[in-house]
């Protein structure tokens, strides 16, 4: 369980319902939000589902948040659900452990037809590792904004940075990538 | 590939791994923000989080008027060379007679004044006052979902960031217990509650001074899970939290909640 910490009085949104700053909210964060639960996630579906319940779960505590940190309460909403989905999925899967592999369930996503190799890799990596290489890389947290939103120490992002990094290093392609140096710049 | 040509790599590593998760991400067909969706949804969960603050509310009002008339205190967690002492998790009466530790009651769940759908039960896991300053803990307890409630000088302080958005599945329980910390605008007092597996019967906070205060965790109705809470006073710096099962076998331990 993380930390939690109440937002602080002043700055807040104003009163009422706040449904028109909510679903503006929505509306132009949702596409940014999915493509980070897809990271954390390696499913489109599950992406999309995961972001939904989020904002639902964030929905009631709307009217309390600054503006200037409702990103970054979501985000942090986020990742925090996606652990309570990874543990229930974790279950699941040791109550059937022999579940299918999802059908080619991605073939009327467009271009996600081929699952690309990064995000299985990810995807393969343990939960916190995942998140770390998500919001350190993909988000461009600092190492110590990614710690205040995992509740764990700096030290512990760098590590798990560099673990993941390792594993990572063997992806043919990041491999090119790096040493042709054709990944230098974002 | 030798250390040196790691060394070079690596910054070429994070820098391929930052366009690759980009790559990935874009590759992503937009769609529609599902906005009715989210907002039913949370409409449901806003309607269930005042239903649950409501039988609350009743609880703690009617607590109030029971400890009244009994005129005994709440008492729960305890502090060894601490600050304050603050009434918490499991009512811990001492039997008149002989001195010996009462059985520790089962906590008594408060349906939610709801229609004709069952609603979330509601168990206070403490309450007390410390510092000055009066706190409640609650856990209301749905179908699917196990969500705290925590007061802090009528403040309501449910971690809005934290693992605990909201709620976590019932069935979610860790054998070795989840912490959180929990604080009120302006700091001062703050909440320590843990949630684990039923093996686990007390929650223990040393704080940097070398004092300790503990709480006794209280089922929580309908689940596998133990809660606890302990409250913080103002200044006290969280050195280490241990959770120890029936046996006093310690079966977490968490650093950094300063």
Known sequence: MQNGTTAAAGGRRGGGEGWGDFSSFVAARWTALVRTAYLLTGDFHEAEDLVQVTLAKVYPHWGGLRTETADAYVRRALVNNNRSRHRRRRVVQLLMPFVPDRPAADAGQGGLGERDLLVSLLAGLPERQRAVVVLRYWEDLSAEEVAELLGCSVGTVKSQASRALAKLRDLPELKELALTGLGAER | ?258
Do not use: N
Not at chain 2, 83 to 91: I, K, L, P, T, Y
Not at chain 2, 171 to 187: I, Y
Not at chain 2, 191 to 213: K, N
Not at chain 2, 229 to 255: C, E, K, M, N, W
């Open chain 2, 1 to 258: 590939m030798s250390d040196r040509q790691e060394d070079v790599v690596e910054p070429r590593l994070e820098a391929a791994v930052r366009r690759a998760l980009d790559t990935s991400a874009h590759r992503l067909p937009p769609s529609a923000p599902p906005l009715a969706t989210v907002l039913r949804a949370g409409r449901r969960r806003r309607r269930v989080r005042r239903a649950a603050a409501g039988a609350l509310v009743t609880a703690a009002a009617a607590a109030g008027v029971a400890a009244l008339c009994v005129g005994v205190p709440l008492l729960g967690s305890s502090s060894k060379g601490g600050v304050d002492v603050g009434s918490a998790s499991r009512a811990q009466a001492t039997s008149g007679a002989s001195g010996l530790p009462a059985p520790a009651h089962s906590p008594t769940p408060t349906p939610s004044p709801s229609g004709s759908a069952p609603g979330p039960t509601v168990v206070s896991i403490g309450a007390g006052t410390l510092a000055g300053i009066d706190w409640t803990a609650q856990v209301s307890v749905g179908a699917e979902d196990l969500c705290q409630h925590l007061v802090i000088g009528g403040t309501q302080v449910d971690a809005p960031a934290g693992r605990w958005t909201d709620c976590v599945p019932v069935q979610e329980s860790q054998p070795d217990g989840d912490v959180g910390v929990h604080t009120a605008p302006g700091g001062g007092l703050r909440l320590l509650t843990s949630f684990g597996a039923d093996t686990v019967a007390r929650t223990v906070v040393t704080f940097a001074d070398g004092t300790t205060r503990q709480g006794d965790s209280v089922r929580i109705p309908g689940t596998a899970t133990e809660g606890t809470v302990v409250p913080i006073a103002p200044g006290q710096r969280i050195s280490v939290i241990d959770l120890y099962d029936t046996r006093g076998t310690r079966v977490g331990h968490f650093l950094g909640y300063a």
